[in-house]
């Protein structure tokens, strides 16, 4: 035996492109995909030997992926979107196959890709308990043992004989989350469960979290909230278009995700990212922070003026917009959101959007503190019914101080909090 | 402090690479979920009764319904022989299998694509998403069965010992039913016409299968041919244990039983082999 609980080597899955997310063949697609079939054949013979490693209209949504986890190692996946993170925890569930490589588990697995699976809005809460118990992989006796504790973990006791139809969303994830954190296998792979109910039940899940961490147990846990990753992990794995791109030491981990995961330029071109949302009638070109000099800068100085400006072409020559939004959603190293900001929030609708152009967001003066940041970019028209563009991650920017209270004391940015709140003191002693 | 599970003395090792040729069929491994399979069955028929104002009124109401269509139509206007029993007993003991079955074979053909939330999420041999859907349908049946007890009884009908071979014609309709199920259900991951095939398919079949006519009207020589659809054999079978009509274990039954056979392992070859991409295409 080699020690070690997951053994992952050479690990890939080439997905068709198309069939992701898009709708489903029918059989008069497969029949004329056949018809052709001939022809492709008989045109690859006779024409040059493909020298493509994999056929058209496919992607590698993970390549050549290879590491271990020792027994009892807790370890952080934490990668952009599309990165393959989910692709990686579906394989290592079993869910879907690999193309290629191998991975080798010793131990029993339980994973959590999302809380509640197949939980029945029709069935109570004590049903409900059992029926998802039993989808996780726990044996009923195991359930009926722990019955109690998980109603207690999820504060749902004068609930129990409800439908979980009636329930609020915060009871309902509660119980979702409950179950799931009773699953006692000596595997556990997690993907973002995290991010449910209010914060106090967040706190109360991150504790059962690194409980399950204390037990000697191997945790493999793929998330988006940095400040989870690195409160919960020893160590962290940054996969970056399907490949490992760093492997090490947590805190190095969510450095290097936040540093290199999004190019740094003075300004962003984004006509090349394909990993994007919405119709594409209108698609973001370009990203840039300005100073308040009307430069464009990588690192911004808080308290002082800038802007963000994004520019934007129109796909149809012709076509004009109105209603449009654009929003920009603002992350700091911890992945947490500090701010966003949309143009409808200040009343003013753009109109007739039309060839190429820019949206401007003014900020008079950054309340910001010094650190890493990401911009996530969106576009909407009709009042955010219809999603134009959404791009996540691809820009990423620096704050540094800039004497924000302009006394000239040396704040350190982000050791002692996210925002800058203007203020001023009084003293006066009491007769 | 929660119990510490008991550690296995002998950690269980999973290999996940990619498969190529023959997939194992790995039965045991179903036997190894029969818990989940139990709670699928069991979440199916909590929800139906639940959800429905008229819950297991449902059960009954159909194939009584059907039966007072059919005694109409075929045993009054039409005048179709019924062997000596009233039309009505002679439709409903057809009607019974023949509302399994075809509950069954809906449920099970659409069972992937229904639960594609847990094909996407969770990991278990996704045989047992059409296996409880066929199972889930007996209920239904129980309930209908007590209406045909209770209409025997008035007319003083009595079955003969044959009576004790029902719960393999009972047993015959299921696997017909998971058969075809499963075959539909592989196909309909790939291909959406089968959800809309399906009504089609299942009202088609109706029509060849001896429900509201006895097989009788089949001339004998056809008759072993005519077992090619699995449920005539059912239903013919029904009305033997039941009615004591017709011949009983015969070359049509035997037809059947080998067909049921030959569809169900093709069918769960071919459910297996394209098992892999559920998750991907559903």
């Known amino acids: 035996m080699s020690g070690a609980a997951i053994e992952v080597s050479g690990l890939g899955k080439r997905y068709r492109l198309g069939r992701r997310g898009g709708g489903y063949e029918t059989l008069r697609d497969n029949l004329s995909e056949a018809l052709q079939a001939p022809w492709r054949t008989i045109a690859s013979v006779l024409g040059r030997p493909s020298e493509e490693p994999s056929p058209p209209g496919t992607f590698w949504a993970l390549s050549d992926v290879s590491f271990q986890v020792p027994h009892g190692q807790v370890i952080g996946v934490i990668g952009r979107n599309g990165a393959g993170k989910s692709t990686l925890l579906k394989i290592l569930s079993r869910i879907t196959e690999p193309t290629t490589g191998e991975v080798r588990i010793t131990g029993r697995v339980g994973s959590l890709l999302e809380v509640g699976t197949g939980f029945h809005p029709e069935l109570t809460g004590r049903e409900n308990i059992f029926l998802n118990g039993a989808i996780l992989g726990m044996h009923r006796a195991e359930i009926a043992r722990k019955f109690d504790a998980i109603v207690a973990f999820a504060e749902v006791e004068r609930f129990l004989d409800t439908p979980v139809k009636h329930y609020s969303s915060g009871m309902y994830v509660r119980l979702a989350f409950a179950v799931a954190a009773h699953l006692e296998t000596e595997i556990l792979l997690v993907d973002e469960v995290l991010a449910v109910g209010d914060a106090r039940f967040q706190n109360k899940c991150l504790g059962a979290m690194s409980d399950i961490g204390r037990q000697g147990r191997t945790v493999l846990f793929v998330s988006h909230a940095m400040a989870a990753v690195q409160s919960l992990c020893s160590r962290g794995i940054v996969l970056q278009a399907g490949r490992v791109a760093f492997d090490g030491p947590i805190d190095r981990a969510v450095e290097d995700y936040l540093r290199g995961g999004a190019p740094r330029a003075a300004v962003v071109d984004l006509t090349g990212v394909a990993a994007r949302g919405g119709t594409g009638e209108i698609r973001f070109t370009s990203f840039r922070i300005e100073d308040e000099s009307g430069q464009a800068s990588v690192s911004i100085p808080n308290g002082r003026a800038c802007s963000f400006v994004l520019g934007y072409e129109v796909r149809d020559p012709g076509g004009s917009f109105d209603q449009v939004a654009a929003t920009v959603s603002v992350r700091n190293a911890l992945g947490i959101r500090v701010f966003y900001h949309h143009n409808l929030l200040v009343g003013r609708p753009f109109d007739r959007v039309t060839g190429r152009g820019e949206f401007r967001l003014r900020i008079p003066r950054l309340p910001l503190s010094s650190g890493d940041y990401q911009a996530d970019l969106h576009l909407s028209r009709d009042r955010g019914r219809t999603i134009l563009d959404a791009l996540e991650g691809e820009t990423s920017f620096e704050i540094c101080d800039g004497d924000f209270f302009g006394s000239g004391f040396e704040y350190r940015g982000g050791a002692n909090a996210a925002v800058l709140v203007d203020g001023s003191w009084d003293h006066r002693t009491l007769p | ?282």
């Open chain 2, 1 to 282: 402090m929660r119990p510490k599970e008991p550690q296995p003395i002998a950690p269980s090792v999973t290999v996940i690479r990619p498969s190529r040729g023959l997939v194992s069929l790995d039965l045991a491994e179903i036997w190894e979920y029969r818990e989940l399979l139990y709670f699928l069955v069991w979440r199916d028929v909590k929800v139906r009764y639940k959800q429905t104002a008229l819950g297991a009124a449902w059960a009954v109401l159909q194939p009584v319904l059907t039966m007072l269509v059919f005694s109409l139509v075929f045993g009054r206007l039409a005048r179709i022989p019924s062997g000596g029993v009233p039309y009505p007993i002679f439709a409903f003991a057809a009607l019974l299998p023949w509302q399994l079955f075809a509950h069954a074979l809906t449920d099970s053909g659409n069972s992937l694509i229904a639960h594609q939330s847990l094909v996407t999420k969770v990991y278990f041999p996704r045989l047992i998403l059409p296996l409880s859907a066929v199972l889930a349908g007996l209920v239904d049946f129980a309930i209908a069965s007590l209406v045909l007890a209770g209409m025997m009884i008035h007319d003083r009908i009595v079955p003969g010992a044959a009576i004790l071979l029902l719960p393999a014609f009972v047993l015959l309709a299921l696997a017909t039913a998971f058969a075809v199920g499963v075959w539909l259900a592989a196909l309909n991951v790939r291909y959406r016409d089968v959800r809309y095939t399906l009504p089609f398919l299942t009202q088609f079949w109706l029509f060849v299968t001896p429900i509201a006519y006895p097989s009788s009207l089949v001339p004998a020589a056809w008759r072993p041919l005519y077992g090619l659809n699995p449920m005539a054999g059912v239903v013919e079978g029904f009305r033997w244990a039941l009615l004591g009509q017709g011949e009983g274990v015969g070359p049509m039954l035997l037809v059947s039983i080998v067909m049921v056979i030959l569809l169900l392992v093709g069918g769960v070859i071919y459910f297996k082999k394209t098992e892999r991409t559920f998750a991907d295409l559903v």
